[in-house]
């Protein structure tokens, strides 16, 4: 750190992304990437559009929010598109976050919450999971805050049903409430339907998971006009070409793909499934999971055992050293041909 950084930036821990080592080999289940390349299609379209990286890319992302809109049933106007999904989210604490209005957010999930509030210097106020790691929807109800919520949550993969989000926005039509739903192809259930309703209400998406284009940087927030409004002026005072020309034109490929898409979260699904039968087997507990990973805990060995056992074995997955969670590991699911790696290692340390 030099002397010149500003003292505010000087005490920002930043966010840890998970490690991305080079010196070997690893099988990968520590990021939540998906095991199977982008849609052909996605990458003959950024293909065809490097040949144009000369010229600046187009900061509506015309054709892009044409066609996700029509994917998701809304207008072109009620969606942003950003550089990756935490682009969106750091938008959001940007326009709706202030000394009046802190960020609210569970204790237990996404840590780069706590990051983008700080970057901001915004307040944060960080609400207690249940025991059972489940959102007490009350505690959300006429917030005094905008309220931030991972659905399906991250690392429990835990997904609250759209009845108790609705009432969660309901309670808080003068607050902004931001559904961060970068997991909710594997499982749970889509909040978007609920913003012609609620004016307070934005969603946020990526393309990093259950289109496998965590590369790229693609995401994306939809709400009502008015909020799109808000967060276009943001994009517009930072940089307006965040959606680089071969990362639009790839989505837009992605998305005409969707038997692709579909037919890749049916086998996460599956390959996630058939993980927690064997993991139950080898004396696992874990969380129910509507994500494209697995947050267990062994009934003997120790969260930080298994994931350095494991690294030094080849498999690596993602360790929490924070409180009431440092037993767990976030195990990403990846193809049946690496879960059946993972159980076999396991099984394998056990009997050692
Ligand atoms: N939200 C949650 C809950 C996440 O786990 C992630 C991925 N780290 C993101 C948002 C951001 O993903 P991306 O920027 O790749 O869209």
Same mark, same amino acid.
């Given at each position: 750190?030099?002397?010149?950084?500003?003292? %505010?930036?000087?005490?920002?821990?930043? *966010?840890?992304?998970?490690?991305?080592?080079?010196?070997?080999? *690893?099988?990968?289940?520590?990021?939540?990437?998906?095991?199977?390349?982008?849609?052909?299609?996605?990458?003959?379209?950024?293909?065809?559009?490097?040949?144009?990286?000369?010229?600046?890319?187009?900061?509506?992302?015309?054709?892009?929010?044409?066609?996700?809109?029509?994917?998701?049933?809304?207008?072109?106007?009620?969606?942003?598109?950003?550089?990756?999904?935490?682009?969106?989210?750091?938008?959001?604490?940007?326009?709706?976050?202030?000394?009046?209005?802190?960020?609210? =957010?569970?204790?237990?999930?996404?840590?780069?919450?706590?990051?983008?509030?700080?970057?901001?210097?915004?307040? =944060?106020?960080?609400?207690?999971? %249940?025991?059972?790691?489940?959102?007490?929807?009350? +505690?959300?109800?006429?917030?005094?805050?905008?309220? =931030?919520?991972?659905?399906?949550?991250?690392?429990?993969?835990?997904?609250?049903?759209?009845?108790?989000?609705? %009432? #969660?926005?309901?309670?808080?039509? +003068?607050?902004?409430?931001?559904?961060?739903?970068?997991?909710?192809?594997?499982?749970?259930?889509?909040?978007?339907?609920?913003?012609?309703?609620?004016?307070?209400?934005?969603?946020? $998406?990526?393309?990093?998971?259950?289109?496998?284009?965590?590369?790229?940087?693609?995401?994306?927030?939809?709400?009502?006009?008015?909020? #799109?409004?808000?967060?276009?002026? #943001?994009?517009?005072?930072?940089?307006?070409?965040?959606?680089?020309?071969?990362?639009?034109?790839?989505?837009?490929?992605?998305?005409?793909?969707?038997?692709? =898409?579909?037919?890749?979260?049916?086998?996460?699904?599956?390959?996630?499934?058939?993980?927690?039968?064997?993991?139950?087997?080898?004396?696992?507990?874990?969380?129910?999971?509507?994500?494209?990973?697995?947050?267990?805990?062994?009934?003997?060995?120790?969260?930080?055992?298994? *994931?350095?056992?494991?690294?030094?074995?080849?498999?690596?997955?993602?360790?929490?050293?924070?409180?009431?969670?440092?037993?767990?590991?976030?195990?990403?699911?990846?193809?049946?041909?690496?879960?059946?790696?993972?159980?076999? %290692?396991?099984?394998?340390?056990? $009997?050692?």
């Amino acid at each position: 750190m030099s002397k010149f950084l500003t003292g %505010k930036l000087k005490a920002l821990k930043p *966010y840890t992304p998970g490690e991305q080592p080079k010196e070997r080999e *690893y099988i990968k289940l520590n990021t939540n990437e998906s095991p199977f390349p982008p849609s052909a299609k996605a990458v003959e379209y950024a293909e065809c559009e490097a040949r144009r990286l000369m010229l600046y890319s187009d900061p509506e992302c015309k054709e892009l929010a044409k066609t996700l809109s029509e994917s998701l049933g809304v207008k072109p106007s009620e969606v942003i598109l950003t550089n990756g999904s935490d682009e969106v989210l750091n938008f959001a604490f940007m326009a709706y976050c202030d000394e009046s209005c802190p960020a609210v =957010f569970a204790n237990i999930t996404y840590g780069f919450y706590k990051v983008f509030a700080a970057v901001n210097n915004v307040p =944060f106020c960080e609400i207690p999971l %249940k025991d059972d790691f489940t959102i007490d929807v009350d +505690d959300y109800v006429n917030s005094h805050g905008t309220v =931030f919520i991972a659905n399906p949550n991250a690392p429990t993969g835990i997904a609250l049903g759209i009845e108790k989000l609705e %009432k #969660i926005i309901s309670s808080n039509r +003068d607050r902004i409430v931001v559904i961060d739903e970068a997991y909710v192809d594997f499982g749970a259930e889509s909040c978007i339907p609920l913003i012609r309703k609620y004016d307070n209400l934005l969603v946020t $998406g990526t393309f990093s998971k259950s289109r496998s284009m965590a590369g790229a940087r693609l995401g994306f927030g939809v709400a009502s006009e008015k909020l #799109i409004e808000d967060l276009t002026r #943001i994009r517009y005072s930072t940089n307006p070409y965040n959606v680089n020309r071969m990362t639009a034109a790839a989505g837009v490929g992605a998305l005409l793909d969707d038997a692709y =898409f579909k037919d890749n979260c049916k086998k996460i699904i599956e390959n996630r499934e058939w993980t927690k039968g064997k993991l139950k087997g080898l004396g696992f507990e874990f969380t129910d999971s509507k994500a494209n990973f697995v947050f267990a805990k062994h009934k003997k060995i120790g969260g930080k055992e298994l *994931y350095e056992k494991l690294k030094a074995k080849g498999v690596l997955i993602r360790h929490f050293e924070a409180d009431k969670i440092s037993d767990y590991n976030r195990i990403t699911v990846g193809s049946i041909e690496e879960m059946k790696t993972l159980v076999d %290692k396991i099984k394998e340390m056990l $009997g050692e």
